[in-house]
């Protein structure tokens, strides 16, 4: 336990860290296994072919403009205003932070950075590859777009693939990917799938993004999801990184003990002796009981005193009783002590 006299609040947030005794025995982390290589080697095929449809305007671009002017929400205009709040599930801000405080508390519970740490490197590959898509294909909305028929790339846009909808599949699928156990994750992932699946399709409803931006949406998020496992021994070295750096500042921290978990051990007598009763007497002070348990400062008269331990146990010898000089014991003769022998 350490002292809390010079700790700062990340030191006291490790320190219940190392405190905490439920870190699980075995967690189970996902591997990159052959299925895992094969459903991220189809679903990168599946967006190099979306990609591809849309770049050719081929039928899939004709398709976008149909939904586009079939206008879902003007055909069912009475879910327009839940439908408003349930895209927010998409949104990177309010999402992270929700996702972030729940993965914060399992590492606190478990003795371990790496759910925020995995989610931290998933987000940074969400930035990194659906922002370098958006910017590099510049695909205009349907509320922006200029030429019917057309793809609408190139012109400076910024919602090919659906950022809504890969973002939705990343924060809510991680979820299921960090579960303790298989059946757990198994709940979470039909449930992310059930989540990110209605957030791409409401963002086609409210006429913010093709149908094909949902499905390219759909296609990065479930590729950044697939490939975290090629990433779980660069986070491991982070971690274990994080945390020597934590025990080497602990270590050059002037002023911090580190003390087993011991209860206090109690003032010295002297100690609590006022300066000028100690300079009038060195001898040690008597300890009283009463100042010893409730732990407050013991004022004693000044004089030698000799401490509880340092005493000769005496045994009394015959009785307690006062003598009396007329006073004769039974079963004796009454014969007066002669005073001098």
Not at 235 to 255: C, D, H, Q, T, Y
Request: without cysteine; proline residues 8%; hydrophobic residues 45%.
């Amino acid at each position: 336990m350490r002292t809390e006299r010079n700790l700062t609040r990340l030191d006291r947030v490790f320190a219940r860290l190392d405190r905490e005794p439920e870190r699980p025995a075995h967690l189970d982390v996902p591997r990159m296994s052959r299925h895992r290589v094969v459903l991220f080697s189809a679903t990168l095929a599946f967006y190099l072919a979306i990609v591809v449809a849309v770049l050719t305007t081929s039928w899939l671009v004709r398709f976008d403009w149909q939904v586009m002017f079939f206008r879902p929400y003007q055909q069912w205009p009475e879910i327009h205003a839940f439908l408003d709040y349930w895209v927010v599930l998409g949104q990177r801000g309010p999402t992270a932070v929700m996702v972030a405080a729940w993965l914060g508390w399992r590492s606190w519970r478990q003795h371990t950075l790496r759910p925020l740490l995995m989610f931290g490197a998933a987000l940074l590959l969400l930035n990194v590859t659906v922002g370098a898509a958006k910017l590099g294909m510049g695909r205009l909305g349907p509320h922006y777009a200029t030429t019917i028929g057309s793809n609408e790339m190139w012109l400076g846009g910024d919602i090919f693939p659906s950022g809504h909808t890969a973002n939705a599949v990343v924060t809510w699928g991680i979820l299921a990917y960090l579960a303790s156990t298989p059946l757990t994750r198994r709940y979470l992932s039909a449930l992310s799938a059930v989540v990110s699946l209605s957030v791409g399709l409401t963002t086609v409803y409210l006429g913010t993004h093709w149908l094909s931006d949902v499905f390219l949406g759909w296609a990065a998020g479930l590729l950044i999801l697939l490939a975290l496992p090629w990433f779980e021994p660069l986070i491991a070295r982070v971690e274990a990184m994080i945390f020597g750096l934590r025990e080497s500042l602990r270590a050059r921290r002037p002023g911090v003990v580190l003390a087993p978990d011991t209860a206090p051990a109690p003032i010295a007598a002297s100690a609590m002796v006022p300066q000028r009763l100690a300079t009038e007497d060195t001898a040690p002070a008597r300890e009283t009981v009463g100042a010893a348990r409730s732990g407050r400062p013991a004022y004693l008269a000044p004089g030698p005193h000799t401490a509880r331990s340092e005493r000769s146990p005496v045994t009394p010898a015959g009785s307690r009783r006062p003598p009396h000089s007329d006073r004769v014991p039974r079963g004796t003769t009454s014969a007066r002590p002669v005073a001098g022998g």
